[in-house]
């Protein structure tokens, strides 16, 4: 299986229409979140990617919330939104997590959750599925330019107990392109210039 991987397009629509070409011949996309600018430019940035006719899972990331990214993709029709759930295509399970994980610094406009919550929303991630979750696991692709590992607990404690296959993440610009693995699990901070990748 080819996989699409991006992540913190934040309303970049040149970037979107490059994304849509990358995906032709694929098999599955999946986009890691923050796809607006602090809540600004979501339908507008969709719209650029709803030309994917691929199978495209997305997550929200912090800058935009669950219904409003459920809504921009109403007429998407490859498009299917995750958060704390799951879906099976082609015979594989992948599941999502959206929003800002731990809690961030930048006040209340930003869709974000404690690790306790997001613990409860990964309670269901099956065994060996594709994880797409915008925030990164403590100590994989969540290194900031301060030298601090900013990811998240509770998606680390998910990756060691159920150990998915692979693992799309974005959130920490500083580590776009980031990749490294634990035991059989591949993660990788994603970022906006599309990478892909093979799944067997």
């Known amino acids: 299986m080819r996989i699409l991987l991006f992540s913190d397009l934040h309303a970049d629509l040149?970037?979107?229409?490059?994304l849509v070409q990358m995906a032709a011949g694929v098999d599955l996309v999946l986009a890691a979140g923050d796809f607006a600018r602090v809540h600004r430019a979501l339908r507008e940035t969709i719209d650029a990617l709803s030309p994917i006719t691929t199978p495209t899972i997305l997550v929200p990331g912090n800058n935009e919330?669950?219904?409003a990214l459920t809504h921009a993709c109403g007429a998407w029709p490859a498009?299917?939104?995750l958060h704390g759930s799951g879906i099976?295509?082609?015979?594989t399970d992948v599941y999502g997590l959206g929003g800002?994980?731990?809690?961030t610094p930048f006040g209340a406009w930003s869709y974000d959750f404690s690790e306790a919550q997001a613990a409860d929303?990964?309670?269901?991630?099956?065994?060996?599925?594709?994880l797409?979750?915008?925030?990164?696991?403590k100590g994989h692709g969540d290194r900031t330019s301060l030298g601090d590992h900013v990811g998240s607990t509770a998606v680390l404690d998910a990756i060691l107990a159920k150990r998915p296959r692979l693992v799309v993440c974005g959130h920490i610009h500083d580590d776009w392109g980031h990749e490294s693995a634990i035991?059989?699990?591949?993660?990788?901070?994603?970022?906006?210039?599309?990478?892909?990748?093979?799944?067997?």
């Open 132 to 137: 797409v979750s915008h925030s990164p696991p």
């Open 88 to 91: 099976t295509i082609a015979g």
């Open 100 to 103: 800002g994980v731990p809690v």
């Open 79 to 81: 498009a299917r939104v």
């Open 65 to 67: 919330r669950l219904e």
């Open 183 to 200: 035991g059989p699990t591949t993660i990788i901070n994603a970022g906006p210039r599309g990478r892909i990748v093979e799944q067997s």
């Open 121 to 130: 929303m990964l309670a269901d991630l099956p065994e060996g599925a594709l």
């Open 14 to 18: 040149a970037q979107a229409a490059r």
